[in-house]
């Protein structure tokens, strides 16, 4: 059972537009959400989280909205540099002191030049 | 200051041999975590460790898998008997103290069983 999900495996975007990454979740206990970027052969890095009792969150380039009661979050880059090519996961956390995260399967970025 | 690393980088092994899997935190971080990505697959958790103890065993697959950490740093994967679909990427990743903080990972041990 999936509890987060990001069904688009990949994306496109123009250099200097708009990307946005989505992330769907079941788990109404999840209340702590984190996006991790990826390039191949290392390990995630962290690039922005959100708590629950927020509904945004920036962080320069980065801004991630957070809409609880469709359980959706979705993450904004912009505008888009082609470093910003990479597999982005989303991740999250339940309440009260389970200490895992759990990640969707990620999206793969592209910008074109 | 030094991230997390991990060894070997890349392991081959034969089916039903057994393999070690190292990781070394960051210094001073409290909290370890062990997860795996298989193909197309997102991280899967296996195991966390609050210092030397592991409070949370739940994503470990089967009996085959364990691991331990000892004086509050250095942990050890170790994967009995592989099995081919055991073949994937082991991650670990360290924090300063709760999941609530940022976990900083290794580069992963790709681990093929043939």
């Known amino acids: 059972d999936q509890q987060v999900k990001q069904n688009s495996p990949s994306l496109s975007v123009q250099e200097g537009r708009i990307s946005i990454l989505n992330c769907d979740y079941t788990?109404?206990?999840?209340?702590?959400f984190l996006w991790y970027k990826k390039y191949p052969a290392e390990g995630p890095t962290f690039l922005i989280s959100?708590?629950?009792?927020?509904d945004k969150n920036e962080d320069g380039r980065f801004t991630v909205f957070l809409n609880k009661s469709a359980k959706h979050l979705s993450l904004h880059i912009v505008p888009s540099q082609p470093g910003d090519s990479a597999v982005y996961f989303c991740?999250?956390?339940?309440?009260?002191?389970?200490?895992?995260?759990?990640f969707g399967t990620g999206t793969r970025l592209t910008i074109i030049p | 200051g030094a991230g997390v690393s991990q060894s070997p980088s890349n392991k081959v092994t034969e089916k039903g041999k057994d393999v070690e899997l190292r990781c070394d935190p960051i210094?001073?971080?409290?909290?370890l975590y062990w997860y795996r990505q298989s193909l197309g697959q997102g991280l899967e958790f296996l195991i966390y460790?609050?210092?030397?103890?592991?409070?949370?065993k739940s994503g470990l697959p089967s009996d085959r898998f364990s691991a331990e950490r000892t004086g509050g740093s250095v942990s050890t994967l170790t994967i009995q008997r592989t099995q081919q679909e055991d073949s994937a990427v082991y991650l670990c990743?360290?924090?300063?103290?709760?999941?609530?903080?940022?976990?900083?990972f290794g580069p992963g041990t790709r681990l093929l069983v043939l």
């Open positions: 990743a360290s924090s300063p103290g709760s999941v609530r903080e940022t976990q900083y």
């Open positions: 788990n109404s206990m999840f209340d702590y």
């Open positions: 959100i708590s629950s009792i927020k």
């Open positions: 991740a999250a956390s339940e309440r009260f002191g389970n200490e895992k995260l759990t």
């Open positions: 210094s001073g971080h409290t909290a």
């Open positions: 460790f609050q210092g030397n103890s592991a409070p949370d």
